[in-house]
């Protein structure tokens, strides 16, 4: 019964390890190819989250250029990390994006928290991406590296 346990356990590891990549590839995709689309076409929910932010930073009379440019961003993230080969490209950029998305935790307050510490629901939106960022790590921890040579372990 132990051994059969040991078996299913390591089999799921496996099967998890093999998967874990490309879906969490697929999963950026989704969600910034998404979000971005929504923002090409003015649908999307966090539009007064960005006009808050854009009146607290650059200014309003920028707002549809940074907006838009923002939006082509962020469909550009989703497909980039369908590309493997892109992964050196992509994360520092996340990471740029993330700098930007979740600013408004600082710089409009007001928006993303109710009360000390107790996030909005723009506020529990932005921090969200806490996960995102764990997983773009896990992507990039499997990445090989530039000069890994064929047959030789990579140290843990």
């Not at 346990?5 to 989704?30: E, H, M, Q, S, Y």
């Not at 962020?74 to 740029?96: D, N, S, Y």
């Not at 600082?106 to 109710?114: D, K, Y």
Request: aromatic fraction near 12%.
């Amino acid at each position: 019964m132990k051994l059969q346990l040991k078996n299913i356990d390591l089999t799921i590891i496996a099967w998890a390890r093999r998967l874990f990549v490309p879906i969490a590839r697929v999963a950026f995709f989704v969600i910034y190819f998404y979000f971005g689309i929504l923002k090409v076409f003015n649908l999307s929910p966090a539009t007064p989250l960005a006009e808050a932010l854009t009146r607290q930073t650059i200014g309003m009379q920028y707002f549809h250029s940074a907006y838009i440019i923002l939006a082509v961003f962020e469909c550009l993230i989703g497909i980039l990390f369908l590309i493997p080969r892109a992964t050196r490209l992509v994360v520092p950029v996340l990471f740029i994006h993330m700098l930007i998305v979740c600013s408004p935790l600082i710089l409009v307050p007001q928006i993303a928290w109710t009360h000390f510490f107790v996030p909005s629901l723009e506020g529990q939106y932005i921090i969200k991406n806490v996960a995102l960022i764990a997983v773009a790590i896990g992507i990039v921890a499997s990445t090989m590296p530039l000069a890994h040579t064929p047959g030789k372990r990579l140290k843990r």
